[in-house]
């Protein structure tokens, strides 16, 4: 029962924000307990070292240890307040569901909403999966087009390959009926 407690007490103060420091916490303390300290280096006159002096000169005792141990309550009270409102927070928390919470209409409010927004998310989900359909579908349309007219491009290339052949060699025939023409005349 003492190890629970102690590690809820470890990890209460790990999770804590970081707190005032100790020792500017001893010096407000200090100078609080000791406030005629400032009063009557304000109120006197003279220079700075006269002012000082009279000040030091103000304090009657200084009290050091009771300081010590207000500052020490302090802490002490500061950590106890944390530690007991986050037990009555986890207290609160881990005993009621969310319909028993006040104002539990809230909660089967946000019930709906969370079911409301997971049913647009599996709708969203299909559509998604029907786009994705789309697109593959015009992609390999797309990839078909290209390939026939590339096929188409290649005939093509091919057809013009074999006509300027034939033009070349119409154009020699020519020629060489021109030559036999001029030779039989």
């Known amino acids: 029962m003492s190890t629970k407690i102690i590690k809820s007490v470890l990890v209460f103060n790990e999770n804590q924000k ?5 020792l500017l916490t001893y010096v407000l303390i200090w100078l609080f307990w000791h406030n005629q300290l400032i009063t009557t280096f304000f109120t006197s006159n003279g220079d700075f070292l006269a002012r000082g002096n009279a000040a030091l000169a103000s304090v009657a005792g200084n009290h050091y240890i009771l300081v010590f141990f207000l500052t020490c309550l302090f802490f002490g009270v500061r950590i106890g307040y944390h530690f007991l409102k986050q037990k009555a927070d986890d207290l609160m928390e881990e005993g009621k569901s969310t319909e028993t919470y006040a104002g539990s209409d809230q909660g089967l409010a946000k019930t ?3 079911k409301r927004l997971m049913t647009m998310i599996s709708e969203l989900k299909t559509k998604l999966a ?12 797309k990839n078909a087009t290209i390939s026939k007219l590339l096929s188409l491009q290649a005939e093509l290339d091919d057809m013009q390959a074999d006509n300027t052949m034939l033009e070349k060699s119409n154009e020699a025939l020519k020629a060489q009926l021109v030559n036999a023409g001029h030779l039989v005349l």
Not at 130 to 141: N, Y
Request: hydrophobic share 30%; glycine share 0%; net charge negative.
């Open 18 to 22: 970081i707190a005032p420091r100790f």
């Open 112 to 114: 709906e909403d969370i």
């Open 130 to 141: 029907t786009s994705k359909e789309r697109e593959e579908k015009v992609i390999k349309e």
